[in-house]
């Protein structure tokens, strides 16, 4: 049987991912293509917590003219909207999922509770952290970190669209070099754009190491959790 390198991970999902190529909302097919691979390292004995975004319905800077704090609200309302359907793929699959939300909303989630978060991962349930932090002003990214932090994750799995970090855009320039390894020293310094500052920081004080990697490739998901070499590698020094 193969042997996971990690035990306990963070599966860090952008909203613009659960969209697909519709670029907008929610494709399912794509939800349960990513729910499929959830399901092939939850077989391995991985325990999974998930934190998505909500980009695919709406992002905090698209309220020009708003509010921060109430664009920032309503991002994290959209976040809960993904939680509710990655749920739901999941639970297709017969897999026991419990959708935490840092906003309470008892009537169709659990309150963010450490402890709790923590059992449901030991019993083998897929946690999926949604709203964010419940803060405005800190992105599903921090959530990522912050979340990887409390419940003691080996490793935040950073699926983009785009298979690892480069120096420059790798959609505008085709020229641009990829990371095989990174500091967290290097992400703060040269500006990379893996995780925003303050996710990358909290992840460097906590020595919480981060694979950024293509979602769109085939069992990626499940190489990581290998130790395969894809991707990019962030760690300490």
Same mark, same amino acid.
């Given at each position: 049987?193969?042997?996971?390198?990690?035990?306990?991970?963070?599966?860090?999902?952008?909203?613009?991912?659960? &969209?697909?190529? @519709?670029?907008?909302?929610?494709?399912? #097919?794509?939800?349960?293509?990513?729910?499929?691979?959830? %399901? #092939?390292?939850?077989?391995?004995?991985?325990?999974?917590?998930?934190?998505?975004?909500? *980009?695919?319905?709406?992002?905090?800077?698209?309220?020009?003219?708003?509010?921060?704090?109430?664009?920032?609200?309503?991002?994290?309302?959209?976040?809960?909207? +993904?939680?509710? &359907?990655?749920?739901?793929?999941?639970?297709?699959?017969?897999?026991?999922?419990?959708?935490?939300? &840092?906003? #309470?909303?008892?009537? =169709?989630?659990?309150?963010?509770? %450490?402890?709790?978060?923590? %059992?449901?991962?030991? @019993? *083998?349930?897929?946690? =999926?952290?949604?709203?964010?932090?419940?803060?405005?002003?800190?992105?599903?990214?921090?959530?990522?970190?912050?979340? &990887?932090?409390?419940? #003691?994750?080996?490793?935040?799995?950073?699926?983009?669209?785009?298979?690892?970090?480069?120096?420059?855009?790798?959609? @505008?320039?085709?020229?641009?070099?990829?990371?095989?390894?990174?500091?967290?020293?290097?992400?703060?310094?040269?500006?990379? @754009?893996?995780?925003?500052?303050?996710?990358?920081?909290?992840?460097?004080?906590?020595?919480?190491?981060?694979?950024?990697?293509?979602?769109?490739?085939? *069992?990626?998901?499940?190489?990581?959790?290998?130790?395969? +070499?894809? *991707?990019?590698? =962030?760690?300490?020094?």
């Amino acid at each position: 049987m193969e042997r996971p390198k990690y035990n306990r991970v963070i599966l860090k999902i952008s909203g613009e991912a659960l &969209a697909g190529d @519709k670029g907008f909302g929610i494709d399912t #097919e794509k939800i349960i293509s990513i729910s499929k691979d959830i %399901r #092939e390292i939850r077989d391995l004995g991985v325990e999974v917590a998930i934190v998505v975004g909500g *980009g695919n319905i709406w992002r905090g800077r698209s309220g020009k003219g708003m509010d921060r704090t109430t664009a920032d609200h309503m991002g994290m309302l959209a976040t809960v909207i +993904n939680a509710l &359907a990655f749920q739901d793929a999941l639970e297709s699959f017969n897999i026991p999922v419990r959708v935490q939300t &840092a906003i #309470e909303m008892r009537q =169709i989630a659990e309150p963010y509770i %450490r402890r709790r978060a923590i %059992r449901h991962l030991e @019993k *083998g349930r897929i946690v =999926i952290f949604a709203s964010g932090t419940g803060n405005p002003f800190f992105s599903t990214d921090t959530t990522a970190a912050l979340r &990887a932090a409390e419940i #003691e994750a080996d490793v935040i799995l950073l699926a983009k669209k785009v298979d690892g970090v480069y120096d420059s855009d790798p959609v @505008k320039n085709p020229e641009a070099v990829k990371y095989d390894t990174l500091t967290y020293i290097d992400i703060l310094n040269k500006g990379l @754009k893996a995780m925003d500052s303050t996710a990358t920081s909290l992840c460097m004080d906590n020595g919480i190491p981060i694979i950024v990697f293509d979602l769109n490739g085939p *069992g990626n998901i499940k190489k990581a959790i290998l130790g395969q +070499n894809i *991707g990019t590698f =962030i760690k300490e020094d």
